[in-house]
């Protein structure tokens, strides 16, 4: 074939075949489209299985998979809460009283477990209040390694076999008249003390020892020679207006912290109360209640009692004479206070001003004695408190009562002789740990090996229960009954709020089924029975009120307490008790002066990482103890912070390292005692230096004559706040400096109350800002009602889930807390004073977190709150580089896992998580949510019942803890607010103000009630 | 009395080598096998690079908490190594872009190798702020896409900025440098005898035919991506220093940020290419086409930029100073009498005392004195970003939450293994591409112009 040339000419070819009029491709042209494309669709005629049959048939799965699914059975063990239990609505929480750590509080339980410990509001003495210890102990009851099961000779045991062994011990030893010694902390509970008279009752050689490393026995035996009571008054600070602590922590340690902080805060109450006291400090170690003094008179502590008996002499001296003998005269006339003060270099002036102020207002002065002090020095104060004739500043209508005296060291001496003579058949260590607590010197180690039958019931292992043969597990106060008659006017109950977690008993009832003597009665109710019977006995029908027996118990348990009418207290008369003459304490070259921690105690908190974490509220160190020292002496031994030290009594010495602290009386060393447990869970292990080794006898925390000298080494002690010398002056009051506390005198404040905002520029914005309308969330905190307690932290740990990090991430200041407290040292690093802020996010209006966060991660509320979403952090870390406050928290870890080995990370120790605070992980950053989740509660609340929300309807962790009412969180919009009342008031400023981010957390001025205007 | 003729132009390329030769002198790379030396620094920047990979899987595997930073210190040295990154990533635009249309010629023998540099430069510095975050596998995040969440990024933030100018001075170098390659990918192609090279030459050169309209538009483009890029050589270290200027952190928050972190990154980029090239030139014989003169016109850039740097120091301090703000003044003298003072005086020694000796000119012109100068600028622009970036945040408004940084052997890791990252990619490039432009280079021999000088 041969192509047309004439088409040629017409016809473009794409292809040979096509050139040469291939018939198929002539065809092909014809059709447009491929055959079968264009053929009508029809599902039937497609092939196998097409995309739309695909399709069909994947719905039609879908869907009945769907309908399949209604008729689903789970085979696993879920247990919905179709059946709810009585009285338990699903995450609304519960609220039960009872008493932990010996404070009455509320227990916040959520679906049957507790989750948080707060403060009993109709409490009469604690009004709601806590201190730092309290809520922390939460952890406790959900410490991975709390004792489990009972034990004997380290290998399990059940209850009723070891019950049947130890019943036939103790009777063989009652048979046989061998000493059953029972060794228990000071007795508290009116029940305990019936439980323990039953005992005796039962097993007639049974005899109780009782023993505090730290107490307020020597206050009480000094009381005794007075007044002829152990039974001391509570003291109505309040009232006061002069205040003198002779080496007493009434703020930090010492008793009844919670009132005393709370009366102490009152009577500094500038906002409500117009009036301010004035606390004189004197002291040797640096304690959280001199941080706070007005004047703080550095006197070593082995000189307090010339240092009285010669403030006595000059009052008498002065005219003071209305309550002083002959005899006293006498005594005194020995002890000028001139040659004192000239004697010792103390500040002329100061003690000028204290004589003034005692003689001014005699019965508005009180002075308080530490308990670390020896008996004659406790008769002294009463002495002088006698001369001032401030008998209306005692309240003798709410007395602490005293049960039962301590275990004295003779007592315990022969105790210990008799045991290895072999006269003691057994040892019951009734919750305790005499062998970490007690002075090594007295061997009572070796008491364990000697004796046959010994028995520990406490909550987890110590240095006691790992000598004791049987080891008998104890129930955590959570999980227990129980009663407390500390104060004449209250007696406490305490309720299990949890069913034992694991196979443990409460002590309590153990020793009950011990009197019952038969091992199979035990019953979890019958402690329950026994204490109701000890209150119907001694409450009910002393107290014979207008209800039946069942309505006042339950009453009395859902308050948590029952008011006892007992009417006034009056001592006997005050007897003049000659105070014997004291060794001269110049005679040596140091004193070592030991106290217990303030959040680990004497070490029953040791395996706390909350309480371990906390910062000590002068020092800042966490996780360890240390020997402090004035500047001076440290320099005279030539020591650094960190330098391990050697202090040596006659009998052992100690290697522990140095912390320089500024207002130490030089020659003296402060020692913290609950430090170096050796049988310990993980969290205590390695942590501080057991200081007790030092002690001869119990009794004894104020040792002079001990020797200090260099060693060699070092140790490395963590805190939270970089040690900034003082004498570095470029660092200088940078708070002062910067308007970060400011600060101002009573004098000054009530001549010129606007003073603080008298060289203030007013700052102006030039952007358009966000109108606030309707409600907005703001705080305020009263710098002179916060005495740094460290209570909000605590609380805050508990409510907010903030993970425990440990020591090597606090070195590397890391540490989670969400609210700090700032401490600031100004004047000179021997005499300086100290400022205090709690620190927590601002959320400024204008918050500087806010514009750099890449993700839109952190945000404004419309209600004012600056907001973490934690989901779109990302972890830039930008934020918290420019948050000027410095509140924002990184995890740098998964905070849970990385802490000694993840040891918070087991299924008990999540039970301790608030369920309604997410559980941030690596990566995230965090920080204060103003309790975004209390006031979403608040919310809800008022939703239902078809009102507004108000700004009083929230009430934050901190806030609610505070003993001295010094936060308030509230409506900042609205005027009648009792925030407006502090956001308003001429002593009110931002911390930073000049930055304008406009922070919402104002800061009263914290004034000193000094003699001078300026401080 | 001999006067000097201004109107002549100075030789770039030494002697007049014919263009062949030039083909030839650099191509030889690409054309023969490695040798062992190079297989050893091979080696050795590969073992950085695993180092560094190492520490980064710890990291990842571990958290953040494996490196120094600390509460008040939110920043470490990742950001360190970002900024100093992103700074030598500046000598190669500048030098190709800014440089070209300011028609300096000399920059035709440096230029290829320098924007070499940039690109690897980038990428390294690009690594940092996607690990530097507490969650790496959210960096996504950064990014504005549309999701279900209807969370948008927050524009206001400088490091969204970062993003954006970051990735946009990349394309914009890489899209110039690739250009740039095209004609000397052409000549490659027609070199080969490879059939594989062959194959990916061709591909790469786009067809080029070195005809006159492909000259005439390749030009035109070149030019237009000059223009293009130049800004971004401004932006790219503008936004950068934004990181720090936004804030309201003392130390931070200065207006003079900008112009000091742009002149500080010309001062060290030119430096890093100083320093590498004196090998380059060496080792692949290039003493004629990379000639003293054009490493003397570097050390003058060095010269003027770290005096523009040290302006910038003693300009921060005089308005610390002025602007009577206490938290101001102070951020500044700790940054010279703090506890950071050796980082500051290692600083200020290396960007302002030692380029000052580049004002002698047997000094300019002494190779192993300038190498040691230029490697003494790159240590104190790295000081330069740790002084800023660790000493203001370590101590800033709260005397109660100063800490001190220290870098742990993770973070070092880290910038070892960037080295190691930047090194091995330069490596690579010495054996993959013509580290000199064959045809720039061509256009500046003397004679291959017409010009009426000699005639």
Redesign the interface.
């Known amino acids: 074939m041969t192509p047309d040339k004439t088409d040629l000419k017409e016809h473009y070819w794409k292809s040979i075949k096509e050139y040469y009029k291939d018939p198929e491709v002539l065809q092909a042209k014809l059709n447009e489209f491929a055959k079968g494309v264009t053929d009508e669709f029809s599902v039937d005629k497609l092939n196998g299985l097409s995309r739309r049959r695909f399709i069909a048939l994947l719905s039609a799965s879908a869907a009945l998979a769907a309908t399949a699914c209604s008729d689903y059975r789970d085979k696993g063990e879920i247990i919905p809460y179709t059946n709810r239990p009585e009285g338990v609505l699903p995450g609304k929480p519960d609220y039960y009283s009872s008493f932990v750590n010996d404070k009455s509080v509320l227990i916040k339980v959520r679906e049957g477990r507790p989750i948080n410990i707060v403060g009993n509001p109709d409490h009469p003495v604690y009004k709601g209040k806590l201190d730092a210890q309290t809520p922390a102990t939460l952890l406790n009851l959900y410490d991975p390694e709390r004792l489990k099961e009972p034990t004997k000779d380290k290998l399990k045991i059940d209850w009723a076999k070891a019950d049947a062994e130890i019943i036939d011990a103790l009777t063989k030893a009652a048979a046989d008249g061998k000493e059953i010694a029972l060794i228990g902390d000071r007795i508290t509970s009116p029940s305990v003390m019936k439980l323990f008279a039953d005992f005796k009752k039962k097993y007639s050689t049974a005899r109780v020892y009782s023993y505090k490393q730290i107490s307020d026995e020597n206050k009480r035996i000094a009381w005794d020679q007075c007044f002829g009571t152990r039974n001391i008054p509570s003291v109505k600070l309040n009232n006061a207006n002069v205040i003198l602590a002779i080496e007493s922590d009434f703020l930090g340690r010492e008793g009844n912290t919670i009132e005393k902080t709370r009366m102490f805060a009152e009577s500094r109450d500038i906002i409500n109360n117009g009036k301010m006291s004035r606390l004189y400090a004197a002291e040797g170690s640096m304690s959280l209640t001199g941080m706070n003094a007005d004047y703080r008179l550095r006197i070593r502590s082995d000189y307090h009692h010339n240092f009285i008996l010669s403030l006595i002499n000059e009052l008498i001296g002065k005219g003071m004479t209305a309550n002083a003998d002959k005899e006293l005269r006498d005594m005194v006339s020995s002890f000028p206070l001139d040659d004192f003060v000239k004697r010792h270099g103390l500040d002329a002036l100061k003690i000028s001003y204290l004589v003034k102020d005692l003689l001014n207002d005699p019965s508005g002065s009180i002075v308080l004695g530490g308990e670390s002090l020896p008996v004659e020095v406790h008769t002294a104060i009463n002495l002088l408190n006698n001369l001032l004739g401030n008998d209306n500043l005692f309240d003798y209508s709410s007395v602490e009562l005293d049960h039962q005296p301590l275990s004295t060291d003779k007592e315990l001496d022969e105790f210990i002789e008799r045991s290895l003579s072999g006269e003691v058949g057994v040892i019951i260590n009734f919750g305790v740990n005499p062998v970490y607590h007690l002075p090594s010197s007295l061997g009572i180690e070796k008491v364990f090996s000697e004796v046959n039958t010994t028995i520990s019931i406490v909550e987890s292992d110590n240095e006691t229960s790992a000598l004791s043969n049987y080891v008998l597990p104890s129930s955590h106060a959570l999980e227990s009954w129980g009663d407390n008659f500390t104060r004449s006017n209250i007696y406490e109950l305490q309720q299990p709020v949890i069913s034992p977690i694991f196979n443990t008993r409460q002590k309590e009832a153990v020793l009950l089924s011990w009197i019952n003597g038969i091992s199979e009665a035990y019953s979890d109710d019958a402690f329950k029975e026994y204490l109701m019977d000890v209150f119907e006995e001694n409450v009910f029908i002393t107290q014979n009120p207008a209800v039946d027996f069942k309505s006042y118990w339950y009453n009395s348990l859902h308050n948590g307490f029952a008011h006892i009418k007992s009417g006034r207290l009056q001592p006997g008369t005050f007897k003049f008790n000659p105070v014997r003459k004291t060794t001269n304490a110049d005679d040596y070259d140091y004193v070592l002066h030991l106290t217990p921690n303030y959040f680990i105690g004497d070490g029953r908190y040791a395996n706390n990482g909350w309480l371990q974490e906390m910062p000590h509220p002068v020092s800042k160190i966490s996780w360890d103890n240390y020997a402090a020292v004035s500047p001076s002496s440290a320099k005279k031994l030539g020591v650094e912070n960190d330098d391990l030290v050697k202090i040596k009594t006659a009998s052992s010495f100690l290697e522990i390292p140095v912390f320089i602290q500024p207002g130490m009386a030089d020659g003296q060393i402060s020692i913290e005692l609950g430090y170096g447990r050796t049988v310990i869970g993980d969290v205590g292990k390695n942590s501080g230096f057991n200081a007790a080794v030092l002690q001869e006898s119990l009794s004894s925390v104020l040792i002079a004559g001990v020797t200090l000298e260099k060693s060699s080494g070092s140790y490395k002690l963590v805190s939270t706040q970089e040690h900034h010398s003082l004498d570095d002056d470029s660092v200088k009051d940078f708070h002062k400096m910067r308007h970060i506390i400011q600060e101002g005198t009573f004098k000054k404040y009530k001549e010129d109350p606007g003073f603080l905002h008298e060289e203030k520029h007013k700052l102006k914005g030039i952007t358009r800002e966000h109108k606030y309308e309707g409600l907005k969330w703001g705080m305020s905190i009263d710098l002179n009602k916060c005495i740094s307690c460290g209570s909000c932290v605590s609380a805050c740990n508990v409510e907010n889930n903030i993970p425990v990090v440990g020591k090597d991430q606090v070195e590397l200041g890391r540490e989670m807390h969400w609210i700090r407290i700032d401490r600031y040292y100004s004047g000179t690093p021997d005499e300086p004073e100290v400022s205090n802020q709690p620190m927590l996010c601002q959320h400024c209006d204008n918050a500087p977190c806010e514009n750099v966060c890449p993700v839109n991660a952190t945000n404004h509320s419309p209600d004012g709150l600056n907001q973490m979403a934690y989901n779109r952090c990302v972890g830039t870390r930008y934020c918290a580089n420019n948050c000027p406050y410095k509140v924002r928290r990184f995890n740098f870890y998964n905070f849970r896992d990385h802490f000694a080995d993840a040891y918070y990370q087991n299924e008990l120790s999540y039970l301790a998580n608030n369920p309604e605070v997410t559980v941030r992980s690596r990566g995230v950053m965090e920080k204060c949510t103003f309790c975004v989740q209390r006031i979403m509660d608040a919310r809800e609340e008022a939703i239902r019942e078809g009102r507004e929300i108000k700004g009083s309807d929230v009430v934050t962790a901190c806030q609610s803890v505070c003993p001295g009412n010094a936060i308030v969180f509230g409506d900042i919009n609205d005027p009648e607010s009792e925030v407006s009342k502090y956001r308003t008031h001429e002593l009110g400023y931002h911390v930073l103000e000049e930055l304008y981010v406009k922070p919402n957390v104002t800061y009263i001025a914290k004034l000193r009630n000094t003699h001078a205007e300026e401080a | 009395m001999s006067t000097i003729d201004f109107t002549r132009e100075l030789a770039v390329v030494e002697g007049r080598p014919p263009l062949r030769e030039i083909d030839d002198i650099i191509s030889k790379p690409l054309e023969t096998r490695p040798d062992k030396k190079y297989y050893i620094a091979l080696s050795i920047t590969l073992t950085m690079l695993g180092i560094g990979a190492i520490a980064l899987l710890l990291s990842f595997y571990?958290?953040?908490?494996l490196w120094?930073?600390?509460?008040?210190?939110?920043?470490g040295l990742p950001i360190v190594n970002f900024v100093f990154w992103v700074g030598i990533g500046h000598a190669g635009t500048l030098i190709s872009a800014i440089l070209f249309l300011l028609r300096q010629r000399w920059r035709n023998g440096i230029a290829r190798f320098a924007e070499g540099m940039t690109i690897f430069a980038v990428m390294t510095a690009g690594i940092f702020p996607l690990i530097?975050?507490?969650?790496?596998w959210?960096?996504g995040?950064?990014l504005p896409y549309p999701n279900q969440h209807s969370?948008?990024?927050?524009f206001?933030?400088?490091?969204?900025w970062d993003?954006f100018a970051v990735s946009t001075y990349f394309t914009v170098s890489f899209v110039f440098w690739y250009v740039g390659l095209i004609p000397d990918f052409a000549t490659l192609r027609d070199r080969t005898t490879n059939k594989i090279k062959k194959v990916i030459y061709s591909v790469t050169s786009l067809g080029w035919r070195h005809s006159n309209r492909h000259w005439q538009h390749y030009e035109m483009v070149y030019l237009i991506l000059a223009g293009f890029a130049t800004p971004l050589v401004l932006s790219v270290h503008t936004i950068v220093s934004f990181?720090f200027a936004?804030?309201?952190?003392p130390g931070w928050h200065t207006t003079i940020f900008p112009p000091y972190f742009v002149a500080g990154a010309v001062f060290s980029g030119f430096a890093m290419v100083q320093n590498v090239l004196i090998f380059i030139r060496k080792i692949f014989n290039y003493e004629h086409i990379i000639t003293l003169d054009t490493l003397e016109r570097m050390n003058k850039i060095m010269l003027l930029t770290g005096s523009l740097v040290g302006y910038a120091y003693a300009m921060e301090f005089f308005i610390a100073w002025y602007s009577g703000v206490?938290?101001e003044q102070?951020a500044f003298?700790?940054r010279a009498?703090?506890p950071y003072a050796w980082a500051y005086w290692i600083m200020v020694s290396c960007n302002v005392l030692f380029p000052q000796l580049f004002w002698i000119k047997k000094i300019r012109r002494h190779i192993p004195v300038m190498f040691v100068i230029a490697v003494l600028i790159n240590v104190g622009m790295w000081f330069e970003r740790f002084v800023i970036t660790v000493t203001s945040?370590s101590r800033?408004?709260?005397?109660?939450?100063?800490?001190?940084y220290k870098p742990t052997l993770v973070d070092g890791a880290i910038l070892l293994g960037s080295f190691g990252f930047f090194f091995t990619f330069l490596l690579l490039f010495t054996k993959t591409l013509p580290v000199v432009s064959i045809a720039e280079v061509k256009a500046v021999v003397e004679g291959s112009q017409p010009s009426h000088g000699e005639h």
């Open positions: 571990y958290g953040t908490g120094g930073n600390n509460n008040p210190v939110g920043w530097h975050v507490g969650r790496p959210l960096a995040y950064l969370i948008w990024v927050n206001t933030s400088p490091l969204l993003v990181d936004v804030s309201i952190i206490q938290p102070f003298l700790n009498f703090g945040l800033d408004y709260l005397p109660s939450s100063w800490a001190y």
